[in-house]
T-cell receptor, first 116, second 115 residues
């Protein structure tokens, strides 16, 4: 069974703090993704990575950065948290970049971040 | 460009009634389509996927979806709703660019099941 874990289920931070969200997968997947989920907006892609040290911007990268130093770990960084970054953050992973798109993404349980 | 539209952000059915959740897609290439379910305070779990084989796809928990190219639809159905089906459901379509394969998601449909 694929397992994607996220470092925290709930997090409360203050405006201006630097925030790290960690994601680890155990299936040797090449691709990893960070989404934010807001009511009525579905899931929006923040960043993704198809290999170690590689990253690509998604639809809403502003205010975020990422790090992928090891294949199994993908970190999302909020350099200076703001209240409009209060949201549910979901990490996902999938098989590799070169294959056809029939492989699904596997999701972690999510981190509900509140910025006050 | 590929996109997904889910009609109805909230759907309410009685226990035992038919469940129908609507999804229409737009894709310039043969689509790969997915339905995910999200239970409260959990991540997303794959229900089923269409990858150009049979047009009627069966998934977990008694759900199925039919790919209709002429209607650009991939609606999710279940003959008889159960209380445990109450959750949020997301339709997604594969998009592909130079960076690889990704998914774009619809806005989600929250299913409520009344006793």
């Amino acid at each position: 069974d694929v397992k994607v874990t996220q470092s925290s289920r709930y997090l409360v931070k203050r405006t201006g703090e630097k925030v790290f969200l960690e994601c680890v997968q155990d299936m040797d997947h090449e691709n990893m993704f960070w989404y934010r989920q807001d009511p009525g907006l579905g899931l929006r892609l923040i960043y993704f990575s198809y290999d170690v040290k590689m990253k690509e911007k998604g639809d809403i990268p502003e205010g975020y950065s990422v790090s992928r130093e090891k294949k199994e770990r993908f970190s999302l960084i909020l350099e200076s948290a703001s209240t409009n970054q209060t949201s549910m953050y979901l990490c996902a992973s999938s098989f590799g970049r070169g294959v056809a798109g029939e492989y699904e993404q596997y999701f972690g349980p999510g981190t509900r971040l509140t910025v006050t | 460009a590929q996109s997904v539209t889910q009609l109805g952000s909230h759907v309410s059915v009685s226990e035992g009634a038919l469940v129908l959740l609507r999804c229409n897609y737009s894709s310039s290439v043969p689509p790969y389509l997915f339905w995910y379910v999200q239970y409260p305070n959990q991540g997303l779990q794959l229900l089923l996927k269409y990858t150009s084989a049979a047009t009627l796809v069966k998934g977990i928990n008694g759900f199925e979806a039919e790919f209709k190219k002429s209607e650009t639809s991939f609606h999710l159905t279940k003959p008889s709703a159960h209380m445990s089906d109450a959750a949020e459901y997301f339709c997604a379509v594969r998009i592909y660019n130079n960076a690889g394969n990704m998914l774009t998601f619809g806005g989600g449909t929250r299913l409520m099941v009344k006793p």
